[in-house]
């Protein structure tokens, strides 16, 4: 049986998730709306329904038009690198694959909606969505990676010198 292809599936699947979560949110509260799944926890988390014409943090609210060119551009850069990754590189595509699929959920809501969808509402933290925490963790698994890689990097081939060659001090 053939595998079937890890980051195309997994951008599609970050892609239908962060769209479905955002029509959800968008069909059941009005902007600006707010309800804590857990009254107990209500002080600390809520789904509340914001719009963000910005990026991280509402910052740049005016130059939606710039982060829709930005998006394509990390959508390009993501594609291009994939096809000269090796397969075996499993963390990083499984990165990737996430980084990509957000990236594509915004973009969606960008030239769909002129903003974005966020209702994760963490109250000592910025609203943010579906996408946006597949970004930042595909962020972490993509320096996990890099960590990893150099640890395991074979140590640098000095030429060895012989006790006599020494200089001591």
Same mark, same amino acid.
């Given at each position: %049986?053939?595998?079937?292809?890890?980051?195309?599936?997994?951008?599609?699947?970050?892609?239908?998730?962060?769209?479905? *979560?955002?029509?959800?949110?968008?069909?059941?509260?009005?902007?600006?709306?707010?309800?804590?799944?857990?009254?107990?926890?209500?002080?600390?988390?809520?789904?509340?329904?914001?719009?963000?014409?910005? @990026?991280?943090?509402?910052?740049?609210?005016?130059?939606? *038009? #710039?982060?829709?060119?930005?998006?394509?551009? &990390?959508?390009?850069?993501?594609?291009?690198?994939?096809?000269?990754?090796?397969?075996?590189?499993?963390?990083?595509?499984?990165?990737?694959? %996430?980084?990509?699929?957000?990236? #594509?959920?915004?973009?969606?809501?960008?030239?769909?909606?002129?903003?974005? &969808?966020?209702?994760?509402? #963490?109250? #000592?933290?910025? &609203?943010?969505? @579906?996408?946006?925490?597949?970004? &930042?963790?595909? @962020?972490?698994?993509?320096?996990?990676? %890099?960590?990893?890689?150099?640890?395991?990097?074979?140590?640098?081939?000095?030429?060895?010198?012989?006790?006599?060659?020494?200089?001591?001090?």
């Amino acid at each position: %049986m053939k595998r079937l292809p890890l980051v195309p599936l997994l951008a599609l699947a970050t892609l239908a998730l962060d769209q479905l *979560t955002k029509w959800l949110i968008a069909s059941s509260l009005e902007i600006g709306q707010s309800i804590a799944p857990i009254p107990a926890l209500s002080n600390l988390f809520a789904i509340t329904h914001v719009t963000n014409s910005g @990026v991280a943090f509402g910052l740049f609210k005016e130059a939606g *038009t #710039f982060f829709i060119f930005v998006a394509v551009v &990390v959508i390009t850069v993501i594609v291009s690198y994939l096809r000269k990754l090796p397969n075996d590189q499993r963390l990083v595509r499984l990165a990737l694959g %996430m980084q990509l699929g957000g990236a #594509f959920g915004n973009l969606v809501d960008r030239l769909r909606l002129g903003y974005v &969808v966020d209702f994760i509402d #963490f109250k #000592f933290w910025p &609203v943010f969505n @579906v996408a946006d925490s597949a970004i &930042v963790i595909g @962020v972490a698994l993509l320096a996990i990676a %890099m960590w990893r890689e150099g640890r395991s990097a074979p140590p640098s081939q000095e030429p060895q010198t012989s006790g006599s060659e020494r200089i001591s001090g």
